[in-house]
């Protein structure tokens, strides 16, 4: 299973920024897939995730600019940053995850790079 996190780069702030992750291989049981995020320094934060089912799911950290959404084809996500911030930049990476309980698996993307000039 391979995921691929693109969209990031140089944005200013106040703009919004479309992330996207693609997962490919493999894939059975699919129950969620997340977005996390690395800020320089800092350990890595769950910024949200998505069930198979639709439904999401943001840490209380989180204020209401993100929004995470299926993609359109299956096993993506995407994620939106509305009104983007400095302290937003970081590399953000997906995470998707099969089944429950013990049999969870967790696969990770290389992530992308996302900086906020202010």
């Known amino acids: 299973v391979q995921l691929q996190a693109s969209g990031g780069g140089l944005v200013q702030a106040g703009e919004s920024l479309n992330l996207s992750c693609a997962a490919s291989?493999?894939?059975?049981?699919?129950?969620?897939m997340g977005w996390y995020r690395q800020a320089p320094g800092a350990e890595r934060e769950l910024v949200g995730t998505i069930t198979s089912g639709g439904m999401t799911k943001y840490a209380n950290s989180m204020s209401g600019r993100f929004t995470i959404s299926e993609g359109n084809t299956k096993n993506t996500v995407t994620l939106q940053i509305h009104s983007v911030e400095p302290e937003d930049t970081a590399v953000y990476y997906c995470?998707?995850?099969?089944?429950?309980?013990?049999?969870?698996?967790?696969?990770w993307g290389q992530g992308t790079l996302v900086t906020v000039s202010s």
């Open positions: 291989g493999s894939i059975f049981n699919v129950r969620e």
């Open positions: 995470k998707l995850t099969t089944d429950w309980g013990p049999r969870a698996r967790h696969y």
